[in-house]
């Protein structure tokens, strides 16, 4: 999808791709209800994107937007069934282009929950039990949250080609099984939960802190995974790591009006003016981890979002209590290993006990194919050389980390670190 804005500068409208984001799980839902295959309807919705990008930037935004890609989407998928040999299929959705404006509305019995919005029915669709988790979350990420390939790729950490296999094969198995655009049945939601709450952090993530490009922030897609969130929190209010999904996005989005200078740079947690951190939704956080914690089973959002209480609840980063982040990392690190909790966890310890305790951690992670290309790792390193009092090798590891993003507000913080060690005086 091009995401050239349609936007002048300083009137406040929405761009392409503000629309875009808002509107295309539903013109894709809406696609999906009538003629079922995703693939289908994913190419669909693509080229009318296209054809959005094309004739919005030039004529400005329709006065429905919805209904403009959900009737272009229509007519490109009917044309391109058309040219098929399959008569049947031709058939039946020539049958649905009756009209200049082709109906797109559920049937009564389509609408198990009317309460619940196509962005989570499509949700559910791309994590149906036939795909292998890292698949439902790949294809959601994609067709939900309209993340390109490449930044998908980077939340897994393998190349865009593989990725773009990976969602292809998923799609192919959607369509085998059958899949329907529809909500779980009562006995099967809770079974299908972990993989939507993968999705939604995953989304919330890239929202928190893009992998690429010029901004580091986009409120609006980490709103929309807390948005989601809240829904399943709604339908599944009891389920301790819905709950604790929920607490882990409020309190890390609650730190975001402080993220940022007024250039739209980088400020680390250390630096960030706590008075602007938003009060409601650490409030709100720490009421859901109170209710959920004492249940029984701690999962691992539970434990993250224990973690990000303990930042929230702190008056100053000095006065932050980092032996109890390092012990809730380590039983972080024994419920859901990865190198992203070591990561943090080599912070906590390092803050906790001491700098060359945390480079140790890290250690392993430097023979680790997935991590030897990942900034973040040559960041923390350079963070905690910086602290042990090795200058020179900090500076190796912030340019190489620097080097590595393709966050513009990242490596601009880490050149201006790396400034700072080579030229201590300025």
């Known amino acids: 999808m091009a995401t050239t804005s349609s936007r002048p500068a300083g009137t406040g409208l929405p761009t392409l791709a503000d629309v875009w984001r808002r509107e295309a799980p539903h013109v894709l839902g809406a696609l999906l209800r009538r003629y079922g295959d995703l693939a289908d309807c994913e190419d669909a919705v693509q080229d009318a994107a296209e054809a959005a990008a094309a004739q919005w930037s030039a004529g400005g935004l329709p006065d429905d ?15 391109r069934f058309r ?33 619940v919005d196509d962005t989570l029915r499509l949700l559910f669709l791309c994590c149906h039990p036939v795909l292998s988790r890292p698949s439902q979350v790949a294809l959601s990420l994609r067709a939900v949250a309209g993340l390109n390939v490449e930044q998908i790729a980077a939340a897994y950490l393998v190349p865009a080609r593989t990725m773009t296999q990976r969602l292809s094969r998923a799609r192919t198995a959607l369509r085998q099984a059958g899949a329907r655009f529809e909500m779980p049945s009562p ?83 250390a630096e960030q003016d706590r008075s602007r951190w938003r009060r409601d939704m650490i409030d709100e956080g720490v009421a859901l981890l109170e209710t959920t914690l004492p249940r029984g089973h701690v999962g691992r959002y539970q434990l993250q979002a224990a973690i990000a209480a303990v930042h929230a609840e702190a008056g100053s980063y000095e006065h932050t209590d980092w032996l109890q982040i390092s012990v809730l990392y380590d039983m972080l690190g024994r419920t ?71 966050s513009l507000p990242e490596q601009r913080y880490l050149n201006r670190r790396l400034a700072r060690l080579e030229n201590p005086s300025r």
């Open 83 to 115: 040219a098929d040999s399959a008569r049947s299929r031709r058939e039946a959705l020539d049958a649905a282009r009756q009209g200049n404006d082709p109906a797109i509305a559920p049937a009564a019995d389509e609408v198990p929950h009317p309460e």
């Open 187 to 269: 006995p099967e939601l809770p079974a299908r939960v972990a993989a939507v709450l993968d999705v939604c952090h995953l989304v919330f993530t890239e929202g928190y802190a893009r992998t690429s490009g010029e901004t580091l922030l986009d409120a609006s897609l980490a709103e929309e995974a807390i948005r989601l969130t809240r829904q399943v929190h709604a339908a599944l209010p009891d389920h301790a790591e819905v709950s604790g999904a929920l607490a882990l996005m409020l309190l890390t989005h609650a730190r975001s009006p402080a993220r940022t200078d007024a250039a739209g740079d980088l400020v680390p947690l």
């Open 65 to 79: 937007p919805r209904a403009w890609l959900i009737r272009v989407a229509s007519r490109r998928l009917i044309d």
């Open 336 to 406: 859901a290993p990865g190198p992203t909790v070591t990561l943090n966890h080599a912070v906590a310890a390092a803050m906790a006990h001491s700098p060359a305790v945390g480079l140790a951690m890290l250690d392993p992670l430097r023979t680790d194919p997935a991590m030897r290309r990942h900034h973040r790792l040559y960041a923390v390193r350079a963070h905690l050389l910086e602290l042990d009092g090795d200058p020179t090798g900090a500076a190796d590891e912030y340019r190489l980390a620097a080097r590595l993003t393709a």
